[in-house]
């Protein structure tokens, strides 16, 4: 055999290996596309039935021992999603199940202490509410005395799908459900079913469930 033969030869191995790789993403693609389908669907039904029944979340939504806030009645929910291009295919980005959970109540919060002021900062970026800050200094040396934050505590929470279609995973980011709080984690596509969803909507209502049961990367960051 001579070189040119061997090359040849290389050249149909690789060809032959490309066309298994490639019908392999096909193949994840379409599972997990087909997830975020149902999921979506459920969702969007989901989100019709909680409307009319506004459950009351059973998390405490604390900013700092004067202001926290219980029993907020979970409204506006609503789902969307967005579609990308694989590779010839338009296919999901991401689904996404969206609520409110509002108080009405004005507040205004001071701190002095600047792992405090951190702190407060964090929970509301994570909190979804409008504010304004200010510092205010001393008039007469100019020493810094306080930051200033001015809120209405009205909070967001969301629930994301974030499917890797060549993979067919799907990565779950809840925030806001139990606090000010980012729960992320990750299950095969084909586990995303009506079981899972249906121990993600007792979840959400606040009831016992085993969502998380059997995830994958399991991270829970508290605000």
Not at 7 to 12: C, H, N, V, Y
Not at 26 to 53: I, K, M, P, W
Not at 74 to 79: A, E, I, K
Not at 168 to 181: H, K, M, S, T
Request: glycine share 6%; with cysteine.
């Amino acid at each position: 055999m001579g070189y040119l033969d061997e090359l040849k030869r290389q050249a149909d191995e690789a060809r032959a290996r490309n066309s298994v790789d490639l019908a392999a993403l096909e193949r994840n693609s379409l599972v997990t596309d087909g997830a975020c389908h149902a999921a979506f669907r459920y969702l969007a039904s989901l989100a019709q039935q909680l409307n009319v029944l506004q459950p009351v979340s059973k998390a405490a939504y604390r900013f700092d021992a004067k202001n926290t806030f219980r029993n907020l009645k979970m409204s506006n929910f609503r789902c969307d999603s967005r579609q990308r291009k694989n590779r010839n295919a338009e296919v999901f980005d991401y689904v996404v199940l969206g609520f409110d959970l509002k108080t009405g109540t004005r507040v205004t919060i001071a701190k002095d202490f600047p792992p405090e002021i951190q702190k407060l900062e964090a929970r509301l970026a994570q909190c979804g509410a409008q504010f304004t800050s200010e510092i205010l200094n001393d008039p007469e040396n100019g020493r810094f005395l306080e930051k200033r934050f001015e809120l209405k505590a009205d909070f967001t929470g969301v629930v994301r799908m974030v499917p890797d279609h060549d993979t067919a995973w799907i990565q779950f980011q809840i925030v806001n459900l139990e606090g000010f709080e980012t729960v992320t984690v990750q299950f095969p596509a084909f586990e995303v079913g009506s079981q899972r969803l249906d121990e993600l909507a007792r979840w959400i209502v606040g009831e016992p469930n085993g969502f998380l049961r059997g995830g994958q990367n399991l991270r829970r960051v508290e605000y």
